[in-house]
């Protein structure tokens, strides 16, 4: 099948269990509801749980007759979104971080695999201290590159609110990272 699909098509598609759409769906957003969610519980085995689960939910609703029906990604996004609000109900303190081998990986020297690694501490410390709307949409602008319309309607806001989420979103950041940096 084309993945060059429209997400209506294949919403569609989908509804009927066409299993070329349900599969360009899966194909098509995974990769960035996963490191959406990893980025949020900083766990591998969490974040491919949960993104799984965001589609047995689509599975679950299309079945029903239920789901998205205009805007695929906004549906899928939010879904994970809420997961990751149960999941940090469920675990309100991790006492460890996995080691991620990506971010070592390129033959860097050790003082630079140290430095690198310090500073997503400092930043992932510094996301943890935003609301979580404010996470949610800071990660969607930027490390997912959404447009602030996608991102209003994953969380549920309109646009200007989402601008003004961000703007405070990233005059804290700024001030949590000065302080932790200090």
Do not use: C
Not at 127 to 151: A, C, W, Y
């Amino acid at each position: 099948m084309s993945t060059d699909l429209d997400d209506q098509t294949l919403i569609r598609m989908a509804r009927r269990f066409d299993e070329s759409a349900l599969s360009a769906i899966f194909d098509r957003y995974y990769e960035p509801l996963y490191r959406y969610i990893y980025h949020q519980v900083r766990h591998v085995e969490t974040a491919e749980d949960l993104a799984g689960e965001v589609f047995q939910r689509l599975l679950a609703k299309l079945q029903t007759g239920h789901g998205p029906e205009r805007y695929l990604k906004a549906w899928l996004f939010k879904v994970a979104t809420n997961l990751v609000i149960d999941e940090s109900r469920r675990l309100v303190y991790r006492d460890h971080l996995e080691f991620d081998e990506t971010l070592y990986a390129g033959g860097a020297g050790v003082d630079e695999q140290a430095q690198q690694a310090i500073l997503i501490e400092h930043a992932h410390t510094a996301l943890q201290k935003l609301t979580p709307k404010q996470r949610s949409i800071i990660l969607l602008k930027f490390v997912e590159g959404l447009e602030n319309d996608e991102v209003a309607r994953i969380v549920g806001l309109p646009v200007g609110a989402v601008k003004s989420l961000q703007h405070r979103a990233l005059g804290a950041l700024r001030r949590h990272l000065a302080n932790i940096m200090a």
